[in-house]
């Protein structure tokens, strides 16, 4: 009798591992891998961001980039600027001056009379242009960064189910143990 019941449960289990291994050879699921978005966002910032499906995204991206490299431009030139005015005033050569420079900003040009400052407050100004150029810097190195951490977060998240079908109730319950019964928490975790 035991021999027989034996048998039926090997056969019975063996016959369910077969249609568990038919039922997932034949649903394919897709895997949505953060490393290809990791690396589509490092190659090309906001690639991730498509391979993501979060086209919304994009033009973020590319509008903090386009921040950053204005402040990188905008504080480099300055700076460039500043230090050859410096250097010209310096070398005692009357042929070389640079008493006034033109930048240009969005709202048009700008004239900057370098006559009005003397070498100290020019250093001063160069240095602190040159902070600011070191900050635009790690500002672009921050967008870009944030730019795959991004695209990682939602590629692990992009089949994370969000629905309202989804509760979870604690409770007060009690745990029989071999020293009597005690207080404690019930979790469930249930999809409608």
């Known amino acids: 009798m035991s021999r027989s019941l034996l048998i039926t449960a090997i056969l019975l289990t063996a016959s369910l591992n077969v249609v568990a291994q038919t039922i997932t050879d034949s649903t394919t699921i897709k895997i949505h891998s953060p490393r290809k978005a990791a690396l589509y966002s490092a190659v090309l910032p906001g690639f991730g961001q498509v391979y993501n499906r979060k086209y919304w995204k994009v033009p973020i991206v590319y509008g903090a980039g386009a921040v950053a490299g204005y402040m990188i431009y905008y504080n480099a030139t300055i700076t460039n600027k500043l230090n050859t005015a410096l250097r010209y005033r310096k070398d005692d050569d009357p042929e070389t001056s640079l008493d006034n420079f033109t930048l240009q900003r969005f709202c048009g040009k700008q004239n900057i009379d370098l006559t009005l400052f003397g070498d100290d407050e020019i250093a001063t100004l160069k240095d602190t242009y040159r902070r600011d150029l070191d900050l635009s810097v790690l500002f672009a190195v921050a967008v870009y960064g944030l730019n795959i951490l991004d695209a990682v977060v939602d590629a692990h998240l992009f089949s994370f189910d969000v629905s309202e079908d989804l509760t979870l ?20 975790f249930s999809s409608r």
């Not at 604690?170 to 928490?185: E, F, Q, R, V």
């Open 169 to 188: 109730q604690i409770k007060p319950a009690p745990i029989t143990a071999s020293t009597g019964i005690h207080p404690g928490l019930s979790i469930k």
